[in-house]
């Protein structure tokens, strides 16, 4: 069974710009949730989706914006790229919707650097 | 708000020591609390999680226990191998917050053989 998958791995941007990050899912997988992890920062939580509805948001600008399509797959987009959106970006997948007592599972994640 | 926080790394040991990695957690409601464990390169891989008080989780020879009283869930594992060199991360989840996990700051461990 294929794992959650990230596109592109690794990505180098220049502010200003804008930027999309794609992740499929495990196969059967209904819920994606897409995490920033930076080393000062942390891992923070930025968004979920679940049937093609965000059912959370993190505390992120509003530059920071994902979908999610029927099949699941889901895409995040931040726009107007300033030096601190250099990050890994990690995208998690899961079956259920809730209560979450259940793994997440996580893809290896998309490294971008903005210059 | 909820929060997580671990002991401060990095944590260096030699191959068959003891490790133990603090993590104590602030929340409303009734958490689930999780371990996950980052290798060099990939994403996160979840190594053990507890859904109630006095649960104890375990995977890999790796144990944690759900202490409600003292609001922990600390890490151990008798005997550490240099593929357990990893950065370690407690997280929580409460009932209401679908897929969103508070991390603590992630310890990093390196085993020396």
């Known amino acids: 069974k294929a794992g959650v998958t990230q596109t592109p791995r690794y990505l180098i941007k220049t502010r200003g710009q804008q930027v999309t990050l794609s992740c499929s899912p495990i196969s059967g997988h209904r819920s994606v949730s897409w995490y920033q992890q930076t080393p000062g920062q942390g891992l923070q939580f930025l968004f979920e989706y679940f049937s093609e509805t965000q059912r959370n948001k993190g505390n992120f600008p509003g530059r920071f914006s994902g979908r999610q399509f029927s099949n699941s797959r889901s895409e995040m987009n931040v726009s107007t790229l300033e030096l601190g959106d250099s990050a890994l970006y990690l995208c998690a997948s899961r079956w259920g919707e809730s209560p979450n007592t259940g793994e997440l599972f996580f893809g290896e994640g998309s490294r971008l650097t903005v210059l | 708000g909820d929060s997580v926080t671990q002991m401060e790394g990095p944590v260096t040991l030699s191959e068959e020591a003891f490790l133990t990695i603090n993590c104590t957690y602030t929340?409303?409601?009734?958490?689930?609390l999780f371990w996950y464990v980052q290798y060099p390169g990939e994403g996160l891989q979840l190594l053990l999680k507890?859904?109630?008080?006095?649960d104890k989780g375990s995977n890999k020879g790796f144990e944690a226990t759900y202490r409600k009283e003292t609001t922990s869930f600390h890490l151990e594992k008798g005997s550490v191998q240099v593929s357990d060199s990893a950065v370690y991360f407690c997280?929580?989840?409460?009932?209401?917050?679908?897929?969103?996990?508070?991390f603590g700051e992630g310890t990093q461990l390196t085993v020396n053989p």
């Open positions: 929340a409303t409601g009734y958490p689930s």
């Open positions: 997280a929580l989840s409460v009932e209401t917050s679908g897929s969103r996990l508070t």
């Open positions: 507890a859904t109630k008080a006095d």
